[in-house]
């Protein structure tokens, strides 16, 4: 045991991470399912969402991005708030160079974001989503939906059904607390 609490602590914080997530449960492996926010408890928009709507709703909910959903919740797309928020520089207007204001320049990053907004009138979720993005069932491994979450720029990754109808989301936040509840759950054991 000692070896083991030296070896958590001598490792990465990656690595600590995955290790708490490869304890198995006595049932086998813990899933997606077991963790993450399910349909009901979801925030959601659809293409003809307007990107105002959605802007609005990211800050009331205080979330990051929304799935994109047909009438049959069958999921389109992702919208994240980069993707709200690049909208200036799809509108041409930037260079990448200057795609993020000086750091003292507040007034000046009041005002690109108060003509930023302006932008947005007429605009749909539907023009900015990303289609088609990366999604996993409610029987994907957590492991792996924490793998795909930690190496890439993903924040959230859609859980769908065979016929590609949403029924959850599983977001870093999701996994995170799933590693803490594995953790405390394997020490109350011990």
């Known amino acids: ?3 083991m609490v030296f070896q958590l602590y001598s490792c990465s914080l990656y690595e600590h991470f ?5 304890m198995q449960p006595r ?10 926010t399910r349909k009901e408890d979801l925030h959601v928009v659809k293409p003809t969402t307007t990107v105002d709507e959605a802007l609005e709703a990211l800050v009331k909910h205080r979330i990051t991005g929304f799935p994109v959903i047909d009438d049959d919740w069958k999921l389109v797309g992702l919208v994240s708030d980069y ?10 207007q ?3 160079n200057d795609l993020f204001p000086e750091v003292d320049s507040t007034w000046k990053t009041f005002n690109e974001v108060q003509q930023l907004l302006s932008k947005t009138n007429g605009q749909l979720v539907g023009d900015l989503m990303t289609p088609a993005p990366v999604v996993v069932r409610e029987t994907t491994n957590l492991e792996d939906a924490a793998r795909i979450l930690l190496e890439t720029k993903y924040r959230r990754l859609p859980v769908v059904d065979v ?4 029924v959850g989301i599983i977001t ?17 054991k011990a």
């Open 18 to 22: 995955f290790f708490i997530l490869c």
């Open 1 to 3: 045991m000692v070896y």
């Open 27 to 36: 049932g086998g492996v813990y899933t997606v399912g077991d963790f993450m």
């Open 94 to 96: 930037r260079t990448e």
């Open 163 to 166: 016929e590609g109808k949403l």
């Open 172 to 188: 870093r936040g999701n996994v995170v607390g799933a590693a803490l509840q594995i953790k405390c759950d394997s020490e109350g």
């Open 83 to 92: 993707d709200l928020l690049a909208l200036d520089s799809i509108s041409g």
